[in-house]
Nanobody, 117 residues
Framework: VQLQASGGGLVQAGGSLRLSCVVS????????VSWLRQTPGKERESCAA????????YYVSSVKGRFTISRDIDNMTAHLQMDSLKLEDTAIYYC???????????WGQGTLVTVSS
């Protein structure tokens, strides 16, 4: 499985940004795509995940209600719509995949999201 992330950039607080992740290769039972983020000095944090087959979504409490993860099976792409962005959302965002509920085995490159005041 290979992942290619895109869509990061600079946005003002309160604004929106959409990240995309193209998935290539063979998916499998209980396959899930996640978005994780990391800031300097902190551990990588899972923001959101989606079950590829069922579409069921999972969010960390800090982004719930503001971020929306989705997937387009036909185009093998996962998206992370980020609304009402806050300064603390500034991070490198990673698209990752693996077994639902487990730490991802496959990683894309990070994309930087910077939220300014």
């Amino acid at each position: 499985v290979q992942l290619q992330a895109s869509g990061g950039g600079l946005v003002q607080a309160g604004g929106s940004l959409r990240l995309s992740c193209v998935v290539s290769g063979r998916t499998f039972e209980n396959f899930a795509v996640s978005w994780l983020r990391q800031t300097p000095g902190k551990e990588r944090e899972s923001c959101a995940a989606i079950s590829w087959n069922s579409g069921k979504t999972y969010y960390v409490s800090s982004v719930k209600g503001r971020f929306t993860i989705s997937r387009d099976i036909d185009n093998m792409t996962a998206h992370l719509q980020m609304d009402s962005l806050k300064l603390e959302d500034t991070a490198i965002y990673y698209c990752a995949a693996g077994m639902l509920g487990s730490w991802p085995d496959y990683w894309g490159q990070g994309t930087l999201v910077t939220v300014s005041s």
